[in-house]
């Protein structure tokens, strides 16, 4: 199942950003590895990133949102969990 986390940056977002992306993307790589990342990135206007991700549950993908470095200290100030359908591109 698919999950949309959205992670919408604190006030010291930015700042905070440049400082712990060594360890957000330390957090990311092992489930990029197990090919469960569908995307993820920054959002371009700096409101903050969006990261799409398979787990087994809702849970699953709140916890994950939930200890990634960037919620642990402040990057995001509020993050949200959605299931997600992928339309396109169709998987094969």
Not at 38 to 48: E, W
Not at 60 to 74: C, I, K, L, M, S
Request: aromatic share 10%; no cysteine; proline share 8%.
């Amino acid at each position: 199942m698919k999950f949309a986390i959205f992670g919408f940056d604190g006030p010291d977002g930015e700042a905070k950003r440049k400082i712990y992306r060594p360890a957000h993307l330390a957090k990311m790589e092992p489930l990029d590895a197990q090919g469960r990342v569908v995307l993820a990135g920054p959002l371009t206007d700096k409101a903050g990133s969006l990261i799409v991700i398979e787990a087994d549950s809702l849970e699953e993908a709140q916890q994950f949102a939930r200890e990634d470095p960037y919620t642990v200290h402040g990057v995001f100030e509020r993050i949200e969990v959605h299931p997600f359908t992928q339309i396109f591109p169709k998987e094969q």
